[in-house]
């Protein structure tokens, strides 16, 4: 009889130890993707205020006739742009690089975390 109970006892105990287990495996799972979630949407933020930014110099320089310098307070200034937009990830700095060539209608726009951020990249 004791027999009995001593191997109710250990399924028990094994039952606690696979819940245990799988509510371990499900945080382990989870976690990582609840980070990756957040760096998603910096990384869409930025590639979103890099797209407004572009439109912005294209319209700076189709409006007047004149190549983009790279100081996005101008672009404000200008009314071109609502913010001087910064990156919103914690990187070497904060300050898009924009510039723009009215000759050759060329517009370049980088994230200054690209680095460290590779998909904070303007397609
Ligand atoms: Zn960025």
Not at 12 to 23: G, L
Not at 56 to 62: G, L, R
Request: net charge neutral; proline share 4%.
């Amino acid at each position: 009889m004791p027999k009995v109970k001593d191997k109710k006892k250990k399924f028990s105990i094994y039952t606690f130890i696979s819940i245990i287990a799988f509510i371990a495996l499900i945080f382990i799972l989870l976690i990582p993707r609840f980070f990756n979630v957040k760096e998603r949407e910096k990384q869409e933020d930025c590639i979103a205020k890099m797209e407004k930014i572009h439109n912005a110099i294209e319209n700076y320089m189709s409006d007047r006739s004149q190549s983009f310098n790279g100081d996005l307070v101008e672009l404000v200034r200008t009314g071109y742009l609502k913010h001087a937009y910064e990156c919103p990830e914690d990187g070497v700095g904060d300050k898009y690089i924009a510039s723009g060539n009215f000759e050759t209608g060329e517009v370049e726009v980088k994230c200054p975390n690209e680095k460290d951020f590779p998909e904070h990249k303007l397609k």
